[in-house]
């Protein structure tokens, strides 16, 4: 079945540092969403990419969709603690129900 | 006040149990989803429902049945629970097309 994998699984980093994680799949991704959950939260929507090849960017975020669509990732520029949280990306399913099949999860700490 | 709400937030019951949980929304959005996460597995798809008379299962909807009561309200009813149905349940509401969805404060279930 249709599946998005989200790369890393985990991340620790310094603050100040960046961080990337990235969602793949085997199959054309249609509209690629980013959400964050923070810790004991609920998943909040971030933003949503559907152009080959777009860039959008909200402050240290920077959310990219690859030129095949089969790729996208999120770039967070000198992080800081309040970045601190699982990342999550989803795409629509291909059958055309409006279901979000979602990736697994980045879950990036910040060490202050 | 919260757009989406679920109740109860907490539950720890014990197998063979028959629980629900409940989702109201005052978005005014007509689909309304239940997903279930675990650690690692990111958020999975148990039903969905695009209006009161529509109800679809999702990847995982062995164990569950939903309830859509009004467009406001959609619940989740584990008949006999089991101990491998432990984990963070959220509500979501989405408004149509492909929009971002909009995700309840979650409840976590304990089965033991």
């Known amino acids: 079945g249709q599946q998005v994998m989200q790369i890393p699984q985990y991340q620790h980093v310094q603050e100040g540092e960046d961080f990337t994680t990235y969602c793949n799949s085997s199959t054309t991704l249609s509209n690629i969403q980013w959400y964050k959950q923070r810790p004991g939260g609920h998943p909040v929507f971030l933003i949503q990419?559907?152009?080959?090849?777009e860039v959008k960017k909200q402050k240290r975020l920077t959310f990219q969709f690859g030129e095949a669509k089969k790729n996208s990732s999120l770039h967070i520029t000198a992080t800081q603690t309040t970045d601190v949280g699982t990342y999550f990306c989803?795409?629509?399913?291909?059958?055309?129900?409006?279901?979000?099949?979602f990736g697994s999860g980045t879950r990036l700490l910040v060490r202050p | 006040d919260a757009d989406v709400t679920q109740t109860p937030r907490n539950r720890i019951t014990k197998t063979g149990k028959r629980i629900m949980l409940e989702c109201s929304q005052t978005k005014g959005h007509d689909r309304m989803y239940w997903y279930r996460q675990d650690p690692g597995l990111g958020l999975r798809l148990i039903y969905y429902?695009?209006?009161?008379?529509?109800?679809n299962k999702g990847e995982i909807s062995d164990g569950y049945s939903v309830s859509r009561q009004a467009q406001a309200k959609f619940s989740l009813s584990l008949e006999s629970a089991i101990p491998n149905q432990t984990a963070l349940y959220f509500c979501a509401t989405q408004a149509g097309g492909y929009n971002e969805q909009f995700f309840g404060p979650g409840t976590r279930l304990t089965v033991l």
């Open positions: 429902s695009f209006d009161v008379k529509d109800i």
């Open positions: 989803a795409d629509y399913s291909m059958d055309s129900s409006y279901k979000l099949i």
């Open positions: 990419l559907v152009k080959s090849g």
